[in-house]
T-cell receptor, first 114, second 110 residues
Framework: DARVTQTPRDKVTEMGQEVTMRCQPI?????VFWYRQTMMQGLELLAY????????DSGMPKDRFSAEMPDATLATLKIQPSEPRDSAVYFC????????????FGQGTRLTVV | GENVEQHPSTLSVQEGDSAVIKCTYS??????FPWYKQELGKRPQLIID?????GEKKDQRIAVTLNKTAKHFSLHITETQPEDSAVYFC?????????FGKGTMLLVSP
């Protein structure tokens, strides 16, 4: 059963520290999304990659967030420095084709910044 | 960019009743409209989707309707059961990003 894998599942860190979240998309999928989920804002798109190229990161605070795909099997989302308002669940999702197909979500990373 | 509005934010029904969740979108180029169900503490999972070349799709107790002219689509759940309790998200996509509504918390009481 192919699944999107995210690590870590939970992360508690102090304000100002760097946080790195990792995602392994489903093998063969060429589209990767990063979403942030909060009670107030729902699922907010942070970044979107197709064939490892970033196509849309307009929803991502550029001063502290960065997203990359070093290779087809790994996507990363970094926050440096982290702030308490970054506390949320971060989901990675992958899909195939041109983007208008099902997105398969990972289990999410629950981030708490204290 | 695309903007998706979803209503209601919460919905409480009795077991056996029907539930309807409505969404509107802004980008007329959007042509793919999935619905996701997220149980507490779990990942969102696709339950049904519809493309712009059809107006209605049904899968057992779940149906989705699409009105491209009015730019709105709806999820219909019939004969609701307690295990239907979850947060439901609609989404819209063209040939790029997938934009989600803010979700509807559905509570089905026995």
């Amino acid at each position: 059963d192919a699944r999107v894998t995210q690590t870590p599942r939970d992360k508690v860190t102090e304000m100002g520290q760097e946080v790195t979240m990792r995602c392994q998309p489903i093998l063969g999928h060429n589209t990767v999304f990063w979403y942030r989920q909060t009670m107030m804002q729902g699922l907010e798109l942070l970044a979107y990659f197709r064939n490892r190229a970033p196509l849309d990161d307009s929803g991502m605070p550029k001063d502290r967030f960065s997203a990359e795909m070093p290779d087809a099997t790994l996507a990363t989302l970094k926050i440096q420095p982290s702030e308490p308002r970054d506390s949320a669940v971060y989901f990675c999702a992958s899909g195939s084709g041109t983007g208008n197909t099902e997105a398969f979500f990972g289990q999410g990373t629950r981030l708490t910044v204290v | 960019g695309e903007n998706v509005e979803q209503h209601p934010s919460t919905l409480s029904v009795q077991e056996g009743d029907s539930a309807v969740i409505k969404c509107t979108y802004s980008d007329s180029a959007s042509n793919y409209f999935p619905w996701y169900k997220q149980e507490l503490g779990k990942r969102p999972q696709l339950i049904i989707d519809i493309r712009s070349n059809v107006g209605e799709k049904k899968d057992q107790r779940i149906a989705v309707t699409l009105n491209k002219t009015a730019k709105h689509f709806s999820l219909h759940i019939t004969e609701t059961q307690p295990e239907d309790s979850a947060v439901y998200f609609c989404a819209a996509s063209g040939y790029s990003t997938l934009t989600f509504g803010k979700g509807t918390m559905l509570l089905v009481s026995p």
